[in-house]
C-alpha cells in the first residue's frame, strides 16, 4: 500500500511540474490560446474561402461547356492527388516566394484552394441530389438556367450539404497542423516552442492531443444536433 501511495505521489509531482512548466512558467499557457486562435482564424477562413471555390467549381463541372468541365475536372484531380503539406510549400516557397504577405494569410489561401476541391464535390453532389423535376418546375415558370439554379436549386442543396460542409470544417482544423512547416503559429507550434524549452514532450504534445479533442468533439456534437434538427425538419 505504501508503494502505491509513494507511485502516485512520485508521478503526481512530475505530472503538476510538467504542466507547470508547459503553461505556467514564462505565461506559456499564451502560445496555446495564440495557437488556437490561428488555428481556428486558418480553419474558418479557409472553409469560407473553400466554399466559393467549391461552389464555382461545381457548377464548371455541372456546365455543358467542355471547357469550364476540363477546368473544374483538372483543378480537383490536382488538389485531390497531391498532399495538403506540399501544396503549401509549392505555394508559400514558389508562388509567393518574392511576396512579402503574412504566413496566416498564406496558411488560409493554401489550405482554401485545398478545401475547394472537396468543397466542389460535396456541392455538386448536393446539387445532383435535387429531384430533376424542381429544375424542369423552374424552367416551366419561365426562369432562366442560372435563375433556377440560384432560386430553386442551390437552396434545397444546401440543406443537404451543410453537415458535410461542417465535417469539412472539423477536418481542416486538424490538417492545418501542417502550417508548421513554414511557421510556428498554430498549436503544434505552441507545442513546438514549449519542448525546445523543456526539452520534454509527453507534456506538450499531450496538451494540444487534448485541446484537439475538445474542440473537435464540441463541434461533432453540434453537428450531430444539427442533423438532428434537419432531420426533423424533414419528418415534417
Given at each position: 500500500m505504501e508503494a502505491v501511495s509513494l507511485w502516485f505521489s512520485t508521478h503526481w509531482q512530475e505530472a503538476v511540474e510538467g504542466l507547470t512548466a508547459t503553461f505556467i512558467t514564462d505565461g506559456r499557457w499564451v502560445w496555446f490560446v495564440s495557437g488556437l486562435k490561428n488555428t481556428l482564424i486558418i480553419s474558418l477562413f479557409s472553409v469560407l474561402l473553400g466554399l466559393v471555390l467549391g461552389l464555382a467549381v461545381a457548377l464548371f463541372r455541372l456546365s455543358k461547356s467542355r471547357i469550364l468541365k476540363a477546368v473544374g475536372s483538372v483543378y480537383v484531380d490536382i488538389i485531390r492527388c497531391t498532399p495538403t503539406m506540399v501544396q503549401l510549400l509549392i505555394i508559400y516557397f514558389i508562388i509567393f516566394a518574392p511576396v512579402p504577405i503574412p504566413k496566416i494569410v498564406v496558411g488560409i489561401i493554401a489550405f482554401g484552394i485545398n478545401s475547394g476541391a472537396y468543397i466542389a464535390e460535396i456541392v455538386r453532389g448536393g446539387i445532383l441530389s435535387v429531384n430533376k423535376g424542381q429544375t424542369e418546375a423552374g424552367r416551366s415558370l419561365g426562369l432562366t438556367t442560372a435563375q433556377t439554379m440560384l432560386f430553386i436549386i442551390?437552396?434545397?442543396?444546401?440543406?443537404?450539404?451543410?453537415?458535410?460542409?461542417?465535417?469539412?470544417?472539423?477536418?481542416?482544423?486538424?490538417?492545418?497542423?501542417?502550417?508548421?512547416?513554414?511557421?510556428?503559429?498554430?498549436?503544434?507550434?505552441?507545442?513546438?516552442?514549449?519542448?525546445?524549452?523543456?526539452?520534454?514532450?509527453?507534456?506538450?504534445?499531450?496538451?494540444?492531443?487534448?485541446?484537439?479533442?475538445i474542440v473537435i468533439k464540441t463541434l461533432s456534437v453540434l453537428l450531430g444536433r444539427l442533423e438532428a434538427r434537419l432531420r426533423q425538419s424533414d419528418a415534417r
Open positions: 442551390i437552396p434545397q442543396a444546401v440543406k443537404n450539404i451543410l453537415p458535410a460542409l461542417v465535417n469539412e470544417f472539423i477536418v481542416l482544423i486538424k490538417e492545418t497542423a501542417v502550417i508548421g512547416m513554414i511557421d510556428n503559429i498554430d498549436l503544434v507550434g505552441a507545442a513546438k516552442k514549449v519542448q525546445s524549452r523543456t526539452y520534454d514532450y509527453f507534456w506538450p504534445l499531450i496538451s494540444i492531443a487534448l485541446i484537439y479533442f
